[in-house]
């Protein structure tokens, strides 16, 4: 049994798309186990970049397997954009396999997550308006439709319509918008069914059994562990479980699959939306990190918050996933700075903390405790080798390990897979 876990750190965009089209060739499965096209997952190889939403990372390599599996919410046009997006650049998604028990996002989910959105006000979450909680809340509720669903037209009518009758009260009488026709939605949708259901298999099934064949699988996250419905930020994240955790839910493998799983984490930190940031830059400093480090959303194109890296959230992640690696990204976007700080831990009202604090309103309060290093002052996205960086650039890499209590074994110096220098991680 070998699986490996790869996930975010953070609060998503940590470079999981990189890291995990960087590892992939040592793996037979690359499996998305939550969210849908929230995501946004970007893969750059020579003049190729692919900004992936739905897809597992690991398309570009013909002999690995993609699968999507029931943990996560499925757009079907996004889908089928992507795969032709994909066929168009060369990358065949034949072998692509999608779980029936994945739910759909229908067009009453992506309508209810914007009004919603709009009657939140001053206090919305700034979602990717993708329809990402709405379908999630139906799959809690026991009214989804599920990718399975579209194998039986007149299952999937009799759901349609179910589903729509609650769906249009609250979207005519609450929101006041305009209700959505059943009929339309059948027919369109039973068109692109034609499409996505030979993709549907017992995904589970086909995990479990080639794990017991000795196949490799990693699990690719999306989003990060600050984002994650239990573990993150409350209510400020996203409706699924980013963590490690989700990879068991979300694929039906048993936990003794996993055996490495690997945080990946930005050498500072951002964040898309609202919610609380405790080492956030509102000055010059971040802004030359959202314009060096190109920080805007792969999805909505919005600009990213930037701050300091912070090891309070970065020894959280490695608590609740069970972090055994670390990998840093884009440590080369710090080259611009004679100094970088590291938020160590936080003061709230006059106490230190140097973990997460469980309340919402006191993480609200957080005051930010830095440590001070020296900057490397150099442009480090060519060097391949640990011994080659500067050593200011090694020492802070060394103290946010110590930091985190997890060995950094990757690091992360460019987009490219080749911008990358290997520091005693092993694939099984
Ligand atoms: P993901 O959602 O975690 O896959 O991350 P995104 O793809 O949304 O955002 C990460 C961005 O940083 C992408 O544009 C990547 O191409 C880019 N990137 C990844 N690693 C590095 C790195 O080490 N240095 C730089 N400069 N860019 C990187
Ligand atoms: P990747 O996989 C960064 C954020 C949204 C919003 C919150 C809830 O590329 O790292 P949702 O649409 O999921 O209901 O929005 O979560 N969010 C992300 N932020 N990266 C992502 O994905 C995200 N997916 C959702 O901005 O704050
Ligand atoms: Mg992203």
């Given at each position: 049994m070998a699986g490996t876990v790869l996930?975010?750190?953070?609060?998503?965009?940590?470079?999981?798309?990189?890291?995990?089209?960087?590892?992939a060739p040592d793996f037979d499965y690359v499996v998305r186990y939550q969210g849908g096209n929230n995501a946004g997952h970007t893969v750059v190889h020579g003049d190729i970049t692919l900004a992936l939403h739905l897809v597992p990372s690991g398309i570009m390599y013909p002999q690995v397997i993609p699968v999507i599996a029931n943990g996560c919410v499925l757009d079907l046009k996004v889908l089928l954009k992507e795969i032709d997006t994909l066929a168009a650049a060369g990358f065949s998604t034949d072998r692509l396999q999608i779980s029936g028990n994945a739910h759909i996002i229908m067009p009453w989910h992506i309508a209810l997550d914007g009004a919603s959105e709009i009657q939140r006000g001053a206090s919305e979450i700034g979602t990717t308006r993708r329809g990402i909680g709405p379908t999630y809340e139906h799959k809690a509720a026991r009214n989804g439709i599920r990718m399975q669903d579209l194998l039986d037209p007149n299952l999937f009518r009799a759901k349609v319509a179910a589903s729509l009758e609650t769906a249009n009260a609250i979207l005519t009488n609450l929101y006041e918008e305009e209700p959505i026709d059943a009929d339309m939605v059948c027919a369109e949708y039973l068109e692109m069914a034609t499409r996505v259901t030979p993709y549907i298999t017992d995904t589970a099934l086909?995990?479990?059994?080639e794990l017991a064949a000795g196949r490799k699988v990693l699990f690719e996250g999306a989003q990060g562990t600050l984002l994650d419905i239990d573990h993150g930020t409350y209510?400020?994240?996203?409706?699924?479980?980013?963590?490690?955790?989700?990879?068991?839910?979300?694929?039906?493998?048993?936990?003794?699959?996993?055996?490495?799983?690997?945080?990946?984490?930005?050498?500072?930190?951002t964040r898309v939306g609202s919610g609380p940031f405790p080492t956030e830059l509102d000055d010059d400093i971040g802004a030359k990190m959202v314009e060096i480090g190109g920080e805007f959303g792969t999805t909505t194109g919005r600009m990213r918050r930037c701050g300091w890296h912070d090891s309070v959230i970065t020894r959280y992640a490695a608590m609740v996933n069970g972090l055994t690696?670390?990998?840093?990204?884009?440590?080369?976007?710090?080259?611009?700075?004679?100094?970088?700080?590291?938020c160590v831990a936080y003061e709230i009202d006059g106490q230190s903390y140097t973990t997460l604090p469980g309340s919402q309103s006191l993480l609200e309060r957080a005051v930010p405790v830095y440590e001070e290093m020296p900057g490397w002052e150099t442009d480090i996205?060519?060097?391949?080798?640990?011994?080659?960086?500067?050593?200011?650039?090694?020492?802070?890499?060394e103290r946010l390990e110590e930091l985190a209590g997890v060995p950094v074994t990757i690091v992360s110096v460019g987009p490219e897979r080749g911008q990358t220098i290997m520091r005693g991680w092993q694939s099984l």
């Open positions: 996930v975010g750190a953070q609060w998503g965009d940590e470079g999981k798309g990189k890291i995990t089209d960087l590892i086909l995990l479990n059994s209510p400020y994240v996203t409706s699924s479980n980013c963590t490690a955790g989700g990879a068991i839910t979300g694929t039906g493998v048993g936990p003794m699959a996993v055996k490495k799983i690997l945080g990946v984490a930005k050498a500072y930190i690696d670390l990998c840093i990204t884009k440590l080369d976007v710090l080259g611009f700075l004679d100094k970088i700080k590291i996205s060519a060097v391949k080798r640990y011994e080659d960086l500067p050593i200011e650039a090694r020492n802070y890499l």
